[in-house]
């Protein structure tokens, strides 16, 4: 059974720093990866997605890598700002499962 | 038009009402989906459908009873709810598996809140 797993829960940064945060999943027979922001009390959007034959994906700021040996993902935020706080989210798609299994995700907050 | 457009945004509904929550998409995704998530807590899978039919049911209480009428629109209906329902259900949309292809990337709607009292 597939079981995602995110690191750190929760992180309090000053604005402008460089920040990792980290997903682990436990069975590498996957489709893709997602990295999804989820704003309080709204839905999710996703920020980037990474095919299981990729490595990683860059948007903006963003940059999320993808090694599927080892069962790990991570997404970097360049240059953090206040507007960055908000819930990580990362989830994974299984080759033999009709549904993305979510990771515990990463509450951030980044302070003026 | 890349939206999933969800209503309401907000209920309240005592335990004995019944009530419909409603959600609707133009992007032309084959597969729908409803989520249920508790505060601080990752969203958890209630119902798939693909091409309108329902796929998955995540051994959901029938007191949600799912329902898609047309490729656009997906409803949830409740019906004598428990307190522990209130949460934010989500809907989602994707295209579909075929020929061992992937889901791809999911559409989120901004949710609908609920609190049953």
């Known amino acids: 059974k597939q079981e995602v797993t995110q690191i750190p829960a929760a992180l309090s940064v000053p604005e402008g720093e460089n920040l990792v945060l980290n997903c682990s999943f436990t069975?590498?027979?996957?489709?893709?990866l997602q990295w999804f922001r989820q704003d309080p009390g709204k839905g999710l959007t996703s920020l980037l997605l990474?095919?299981?034959?990729?490595r990683e994906q860059t948007s903006g700021r963003l940059n999320a890598s993808l090694d599927k040996s080892s069962g790990r993902s991570t997404l970097y935020i360049a240059a953090s700002q206040p507007g960055d706080s908000a819930t990580y989210l990362c989830a994974v798609e299984g080759l033999d499962t009709d549904k993305l299994i979510f990771g515990t995700g990463t509450r951030l907050q980044v302070f003026p | 038009d890349t939206e999933v457009t969800q209503t309401p945004k907000h209920l309240v509904m005592g335990m004995t009402n019944k009530k419909s929550l409603k959600c609707e998409q133009h992007m032309g995704h084959r597969a729908m989906y409803w989520y249920k998530q508790k505060a601080k807590k990752p969203p958890e899978l209630m119902f798939v459908?693909?091409?309108?039919?329902?796929?998955i049911n995540e051994s959901v209480p029938s007191r949600f009873s799912p329902e898609c009428p047309n490729s656009s629109l997906l409803n949830l209906h409740l019906h004598a709810l428990q307190p522990e329902d209130s949460a934010l259900y989500l809907c989602a949309s994707s295209h579909t598996r075929s020929g061992g292809t992937a889901f791809g990337k999911l559409f989120f709607g901004s949710g609908t809140q609920l609190s049953v009292l």
């Open positions: 459908y693909s091409y309108e039919k329902l796929s």
């Open positions: 990474i095919q299981s034959s990729q």
């Open positions: 069975d590498s027979a996957i489709y893709n």
